[in-house]
C-alpha cells in the first residue's frame, strides 16, 4: 500500500512539473511572439515545439493554433499544418470548445492568409466546416428534445372560468434526455446569441421547480456565442452555483451577452431574460413565483437594473460586487420596495468602493427595502473566484429556497423615465406624461454623493494594489423626467395615486377580487370605476402567451386615461 501512495506522489509530481514547464516554455513563446520581429517570432516558434515535443500530454487548443498562426508568418507552412491538423481531432480549449472552431472562425482568413495558395488549406477548411456541420446537427436535434412538449391543448375551446382553470393547470412538459442544453436565442433577424440550460438530477416534468438566472460580467469585452458549453458555465467561478442548485434541485440559465445586446449598458438586450424565460417555460416546468436573478460586477448591475425597470418576472435578486445603479436612465430606488435584493461586497473592490455601498445601505433603508448587504473583508472584486466565496452562495440558496414571488401584492409603487418599463406586476401599460406638474407627493428621486472611490496604483496587470482618490460624483443619474404611480387594493377597491402619468391598465385575476361584486377604481381620489369584471377569453389567452405564467392569468384588464 505503501508503495502504491508512493507512486500515485510521484505521478501527480511528475504531472505538475510537466504542466509547469510546458507553461513556461509558451509564456517565454507568447512574449517573444509579441514583439512582432522576424527573429523573436522564429525564437518563439521554437519554443512552441519544443513545448509540443517534450510535454505532448499538456498541450492545449489556443497554444497550437497561436502555433500555427506564428508558423504561417514565418511561411512554415509544413509546421503550420501539421498544427492545424492536430486541431481536427477531439481535443477541446480550456471552455469546452473543439479546436475545428478556430479554423472555421471569421478570423481565421485573415490571421493564416499566409496559406490561403496553399491546396492544404482548402482541404483542411474542409475538414473543418465538415465537423462543425455534424456538431450543429447534435445541438440542433438537443434543442428540439429540449422544446418538445406533449400535444398543444385548444385553449380556444373553452370560455371563462373554464378557459382560466385550463391555462392555469396546463402541463405540456415532457422529460429530457439529458441535464445541459446549449439554446440558440434569436436577437434580431441577423444576430444571433445563447443561452445554457442546466437542469436538476432526475428532473420530472410533473413538478415545477425554482431557476436561476445567472448573468455574466465584462459585458462590454464578451462576444455572443452561437453555442455554451458545460465547461465554460458549471466550473470554475460558477462551482457553487452549480453545487448549491443540484443539491437544492434548481434550473441554472446562463445567457450570453456582449456590448450591445446585454443587461447594464444598453436598452437593445434587456429584453433578453423576459423573452428567454418565456422561451425556457414553453419546454421546462417552471414554478413562476420562484424565479431569480444573480450576476458577478456588470451582471449584478443587470440584475440590478431588472429590480429597477422590470421586476415583474422575479422572486429575488442577488448581486456579487455590484454597482447599484441603472446605466440607461434613472435609478428610482424605490421600486425596490416592491421586491428585494441581497448584495455580496467586497471591502477592495475598483467597480464600487465600501463607503459608497455604506452610503446606499442607508439609503434603502431610509426606504424601508428588503435590502441586505453582506461584506467580505480583505478580498477583491473577483471574490467569486476564492474558495472564501462559499458561504455567500450558502446564504443565497436559503434565501431563495424560502424565497417566492408575492403573485398579487396588495400595493405597489412604481417610477419611470421610459414607457418600454412602463409595467408592474398588475399594473400595466403605464403611459407618461412628462410635461404636467409633478403632484405634490411626488418628490425628487432619492440620491446620495460619492466622495472616494478605489482605483489602481499602476497598469501593470499583475499589481493588484489598490489606493483612495477623491471623487465629487452622483450615485445615480436622471436624464429624462419621470412619472410616478403608487397603488393598492383591498376589498374589491383599488386606490391609484398619479404623477406626471397620462393612462395605465389594472390586469385583473379573481384571485384578487370577488367576481360577484362591483369593482371600484379611485384615481388621484376621483372614482373613475365602479362595475363588475367578465372574464374576457380572447385577452386571457393573448396575456398567457406573452409571459407564459400559469400563477398569473389575468382575465380582464381595466384601462383608464387619467383626468
Not at 502504491?4 to 509547469?20: F, N, V
Not at 455601498?357 to 424601508?368: H, I, R, S, Y
Not at 440620491?447 to 499602476?458: G, Q, R, V
Amino acid at each position: 500500500m505503501k508503495h502504491y501512495l508512493i507512486l500515485i506522489i510521484l505521478l501527480y509530481c511528475t504531472t505538475g512539473i510537466a504542466q509547469d514547464s510546458y507553461a513556461k516554455l509558451v509564456s517565454q513563446a507568447e512574449n517573444l511572439a509579441e514583439k512582432e520581429e522576424e527573429a523573436s517570432s522564429k525564437e518563439a516558434l521554437s519554443l512552441y515545439k519544443k513545448a509540443f515535443t517534450q510535454f505532448p500530454d499538456s498541450i492545449e487548443v489556443g497554444d497550437l493554433y497561436e502555433g500555427a498562426i506564428l508558423a504561417a508568418s514565418l511561411h512554415d507552412k509544413d509546421v503550420a499544418f501539421a498544427y492545424l491538423n492536430q486541431l481536427l481531432g477531439d481535443k477541446k480549449d480550456g471552455n469546452g470548445f473543439p479546436g475545428w472552431m478556430n479554423i472555421t472562425h471569421e478570423d481565421a482568413i485573415e490571421e493564416c492568409k499566409n496559406l490561403l495558395d496553399d491546396p492544404r488549406w482548402k482541404v483542411v477548411v474542409q475538414e473543418a466546416n465538415k465537423r462543425k456541420q455534424a456538431f450543429d446537427l447534435i445541438l440542433e436535434n438537443e434543442e428540439k428534445d429540449f422544446f418538445q412538449t406533449k400535444k398543444q391543448v385548444d385553449y380556444t375551446s373553452k370560455k371563462g372560468v373554464e378557459r382560466y382553470d385550463q391555462l392555469k393547470n396546463s402541463n405540456p412538459y415532457l422529460p429530457k434526455e439529458q441535464r445541459n442544453y446549449s439554446i440558440g436565442f434569436q436577437l434580431n433577424d441577423t444576430t444571433k446569441t445563447s443561452y445554457y440550460v442546466h437542469l436538476p438530477q432526475n428532473y420530472n416534468p410533473n413538478r415545477s421547480y425554482p431557476l436561476l438566472f445567472f448573468l455574466h460580467g465584462a459585458v462590454r469585452y464578451s462576444p455572443l456565442l452561437d453555442f455554451q458549453t458545460p465547461e465554460m458555465n458549471l466550473g470554475g467561478w460558477n462551482r457553487y452555483y452549480t453545487k448549491y442548485a443540484n443539491q437544492y434541485g434548481v434550473i441554472l440559465v446562463f445567457p450570453r451577452a456582449n456590448k450591445q445586446y446585454n443587461w447594464m449598458t444598453s436598452d437593445e438586450g434587456f429584453f433578453m431574460i423576459p423573452a428567454i424565460l418565456k422561451e425556457i417555460k414553453s419546454a421546462i416546468n417552471v414554478n413562476d413565483d420562484k424565479v431569480f436573478l444573480a450576476g458577478h460586477s456588470n451582471g449584478a448591475t443587470g440584475v440590478f437594473s431588472y429590480l429597477m425597470k422590470n421586476a415583474t418576472p422575479f422572486a429575488g435578486f442577488y448581486g456579487f460586487n455590484t454597482q447599484p445603479k441603472v446605466f440607461t436612465g434613472g435609478t428610482f430606488v424605490e421600486n425596490a420596495k416592491n421586491r428585494n435584493f441581497i448584495n455580496f461586497s467586497t471591502d477592495q473592490d475598483y467597480y464600487y468602493p465600501p463607503n459608497a455601498n455604506d452610503d446606499f445601505t442607508a439609503l434603502m433603508k431610509q426606504v424601508e427595502v428588503d435590502y441586505q448587504e453582506v461584506r467580505y473583508e480583505g478580498f477583491p472584486h473577483w471574490f467569486p473566484q476564492f474558495d472564501e466565496s462559499e458561504p455567500a452562495y450558502e446564504i443565497l440558496f436559503t434565501d431563495l429556497m424560502q424565497r417566492k414571488r408575492e403573485t398579487f401584492p396588495s400595493s405597489l409603487t412604481w417610477e419611470f423615465d421610459d414607457e418600454a418599463n412602463g409595467n408592474v406586476d398588475w399594473l400595466q401599460n403605464i403611459k407618461l406624461d412628462t410635461v404636467q406638474t409633478k403632484a405634490s407627493w411626488h418628490h425628487q428621486p432619492l440620491n446620495f454623493k460619492i466622495t472616494k472611490w478605489l482605483e489602481y496604483e499602476s497598469d501593470d496587470d499583475d499589481d493588484d494594489t489598490l489606493k483612495e482618490v477623491v471623487v465629487d460624483k452622483d450615485a445615480f443619474d436622471f436624464p429624462r423626467a419621470s412619472g410616478k404611480i403608487v397603488a393598492e387594493y383591498k376589498d374589491n377597491v383599488y386606490r391609484i395615486k398619479t404623477s406626471r402619468i397620462q393612462s395605465f391598465a389594472i390586469a385583473i385575476s379573481p384571485e384578487m377580487i370577488d367576481m360577484k361584486k362591483k369593482v371600484k377604481v379611485y384615481v388621484n381620489d376621483q372614482l373613475y370605476v365602479d362595475q363588475k369584471i367578465q372574464y374576457n377569453p380572447v385577452f386571457m389567452l393573448d396575456q398567457f402567451e406573452r409571459n407564459k405564467d400559469r400563477k398569473r392569468i389575468w382575465i380582464n384588464s381595466i384601462k383608464l386615461m387619467v383626468q
